[in-house]
Nanobody, 112 residues
Framework: QVQLVESGGGLVQAGGSLRLSCAAS????????MGWYRQAPGKQRELVAG???????IYADSVKGRFTISKDNAKNTVYLQMSSLKPEDTAVYYC??????WGQGTQVTVSS
């Protein structure tokens, strides 16, 4: 069984930064297939950043150059560093393993 717990969301002004954390427990293999998704009100959930099965990183075009996904294998934790935040980044952010296992989500609100 896999459990994912996100933390680090909050309210920030446009241009600010936040770091989200996803603590994982259970059968995680080098975090391949781990990703961060987000869902804004009235919109579909979308992939923001993730690790591919080959261990490479991928990003949505809308966050390239602003967001960075990273991992700490020793802590079983995946991070999402978000910089130069925009109001359109406001959403609930979810950590996921292969889009099968999901965390509870953490709210990120960016004020203009």
């Amino acid at each position: 069984q896999v459990q994912l717990v996100e933390s680090g969301g909050g309210l920030v002004q446009a241009g600010g930064s936040l770091r989200l954390s996803c603590a994982a427990s259970g059968s995680i293999f080098r975090f391949n297939g781990m990703g961060w998704y987000r869902q804004a009100p009235g919109k579909q959930r979308e992939l923001v950043a993730g690790f591919t099965s080959g261990g490479n990183t991928i990003y949505a075009d809308s966050v390239k150059g602003r967001f960075t996904i990273s991992k700490d294998n020793a802590k079983n934790t995946v991070y999402l560093q978000m910089s130069s935040l925009k109001p359109e980044d406001t959403a609930v952010y979810y950590c996921s393993l292969r889009a099968i296992y999901w965390g509870q989500g953490t709210q990120v609100t960016v004020s203009s």
